[in-house]
């Protein structure tokens, strides 16, 4: 059942109330308060969804709390008092305030702080008049100049009702200074629709799909009454970008996947709230227009990072294979005009331009690009894509696809196996063998493969800009690692010059992945599991070209670090999202090194490999 707002606020009085008071105010905070009583104000009660930072940049961050009124105050507006420190005991004070917020943003507070020092860790609190005090969050301004190091971490995709928020307990526990959320942040489904059953005593709220401002609202608030969600945004600021799910499933310029103009309203009207409800929750710097929100973040002269929204601004329609089906088969060249459609954009023309000049404009040695969809090309046989279809026409229509799972796995592995012996060189590879396996086309048309002039256009600009240029993804739920070569305009990839780029892409905080998909998941001996997905993973890297890494199947984020010489990404991944007993391990790290004809993927010995 699910709990109504009324009684989740009741609930955050509860749990928090008590606490709020033990510890006396500081005399910073209490000295912001103006002494008059303003009548706009009222009990801040507790603050009962934590606090947060992000956006930094090397001289201001943004704060984030939120008040939990109390049963009288829905109505009013409340003075918060903050505070910003260089010493988590909130003594060498360097910059304080107070901000009025209400019902008009939901009773959230977001502060830029301005005149701050760069590459320095600071620490801010919020209070009431009534005495009630937030947690000690903890921030950090970027660097300038020459910088040594930058260590990020990257999640994306965290769905409350799938299983506990480990990855983030893990990432607030980890070196990272700073995290980069690439989208997913929250989903907008109903109570067990994905997944198909909720996890124990976490089922969303509202119950339904939420369609507006209100129903937004509160299924941020739920999010952020999660102690793990809560403890990581105490710890790290962010940089967010939004995917669909913030919105709605495969979202684009003027609809969803899953939006029903008829039975649900106005597209453009949810979109709006959606928005709304994202830069009043999210630690966003927000702008006069909220939908554009890609943005630039220097650290110094050693990274140039791009944020990117692949999703709600300039998305056209994704293409779809049935549009293209014919009696006599696939209509090929109408396809491939349609990818061609340089008038179907991904990003929009003016933020087409913003990356290109953001990756023009800089002299850092690493060009970061953080997104939500994959950039790599996933090519795979068309005979794989028609059966992936169908299971998935059957899994979405709750069928059993058990049996057609067990075909594809086999199918798989036959095709690996015919693309091995091309790679080695065996001359009795048949003219149909090959065919088989070279006969290829898109597996997903919503990522960057379904937007090819996109996509070429900034990789063959960081091509002739001679840039060091690695790509960070979410989205998918699994793990993967590509190296990035440009393609003519006939689609051919020109893989003779060396790869321009890399792309890392990130594991689920919580979403499912292939597993759940291919079937593997629901084998019952865990023997036997892991080698049907380690063969899985094994025949899918073989028969995707440029793919060199795949996980399909474990939660987790990954840990990027740049330096001078290389950027690095260690996948890190924990073993259980069904308890917040966990244990974390880093299954796979890789690199790249500057510099044209070194922009390459390389695999790095784990301790337990050496």
Same mark, same amino acid.
Request: hydrophobic share 40%.
């Given at each position: ?37 303003? *009548? +706009? !104000?009222? /009990? %801040?009660? #507790?603050?009962?969804? @934590? ?8 001289? =201001? ?42 019902? *008009? +943003? !939901?009773? /959230? %507070?977001? #502060?830029?702080?301005? @005149? ?8 801010? =609190? ?485």
């Amino acid at each position: 059942m699910a709990v109504t707002t009324e009684l989740s606020r009741r609930s955050f009085l509860k749990s928090v109330a008590a606490g709020a008071g033990v510890a006396s105010v500081p005399a910073a905070l209490t000295g912001c308060f103006s002494d008059d009583d303003d *009548k +706009r !104000d009222l /009990t %801040v009660y #507790v603050f009962g969804h @934590g606090v947060a930072s992000g956006d930094p940049l090397s001289d =201001r961050v943004i704060i984030w709390t939120r008040v939990t009124p109390s049963d009288d105050g829905l109505t009013k507006e409340a003075e918060v008092a903050w505070v910003v420190a260089t010493d988590e005991a909130m003594t060498n004070v360097v910059a304080s305030g107070t901000v009025f917020t209400s019902a *008009k +943003r !939901d009773f /959230t %507070v977001k #502060v830029d702080v301005t @005149g701050l020092s760069a590459n320095t860790a600071y620490y801010y =609190r919020f209070a009431g008049k009534d005495g009630a005090i937030s947690p000690v969050g903890e921030t950090r301004t970027l660097p300038t100049q020459n910088v040594e190091r930058v260590v990020m971490a990257v999640c994306s995709c965290s769905n409350y009702p799938a299983g506990f928020f480990n990855v983030y307990q893990a990432i607030a526990e980890s070196d990272a200074e700073v995290v980069l959320h690439l989208g997913d942040y929250i989903y907008e489904y109903g109570s067990n629709e994905y997944p198909k059953a909720d996890a124990a005593g976490r089922s969303p709220e509202p119950s339904q799909e939420i369609l507006s401002l209100s129903d937004y609202r509160q299924r941020y608030a739920q999010y952020r009454s999660d102690e793990q969600l809560q403890l990581v945004h105490q710890k790290k600021p962010f940089i967010c970008v939004w995917d669909d799910h913030e919105l709605a499933n495969d979202a684009w310029i003027g609809g969803a996947e899953n939006h029903d103009d008829e039975t649900e309203g106005d597209f453009a009207i949810r979109k709006a709230a959606a928005i709304q409800a994202y830069h009043e929750w999210l630690p966003i710097r927000s702008g006069a227009d909220q939908s554009k929100i890609w943005r630039r973040f220097e650290f110094g002269n050693l990274v140039n990072l791009t944020m990117m929204d692949t999703r709600v601004y300039g998305r056209s329609e994704p293409l779809d294979y049935a549009d293209f089906i014919t009696a006599t088969g696939l209509d090929s060249a109408g396809f491939q005009a349609a990818l061609a459609d340089s008038d179907r954009t991904l990003l929009g023309a003016e933020q087409q331009q913003f990356v290109i000049g953001s990756m023009f404009n800089s002299n850092a040695k690493w060009q970061v690009l953080g997104q939500q969809i994959l950039m790599a090309r996933i090519f795979i046989p068309v005979e794989l894509l028609v059966d992936l279809g169908e299971i998935q026409a059957t899994l979405s229509a709750g069928g059993d696809a058990s049996a057609a799972q067990v075909a594809v796995g086999q199918k798989l592995g036959e095709l690996a196996i015919i693309k091995g012996r091309i790679l080695a060189g065996d001359d009795s590879v048949t003219v149909a063998e090959r065919a088989r396996v070279e006969t290829v086309a898109p597996y997903n048309l919503d990522a960057w493969d379904g937007y090819f002039p996109a996509r070429e256009e900034i990789i063959r600009r960081a091509k002739y800009f001679n840039k060091n240029l690695v790509v960070l993804a979410g989205d998918t739920h699994n793990a993967w690692a590509s190296d990035l070569y440009p393609a003519n305009d006939s689609g051919q990839v020109e893989r003779n010059n060396g790869s321009v780029g890399v792309e890392f892409a990130t594991a689920s905080v919580t979403s499912p992945g292939f597993e759940n998909y291919v079937g593997f998941n629901s084998i019952p001996d865990a023997t036997v599991r892991a080698a049907q997905k380690a063969a899985f993973e094994q025949a899918v890297t073989t028969l995707v070209d440029d793919l060199k890494y795949l996980n399909a199947a474990d939660r987790g984020y990954m840990r990027v670090q740049f330096d001078d010489a290389q950027a690095s990404c260690e996948w890190v991944f924990i073993d259980t999202i069904a308890s917040k007993t966990y244990q974390t391990q880093v299954k796979k790290k890789m690199r790249v090194l500057p510099g044209m004809t070194k922009r390459t993927l390389e695999n790095v010995a784990l301790p337990s490999q050496v």
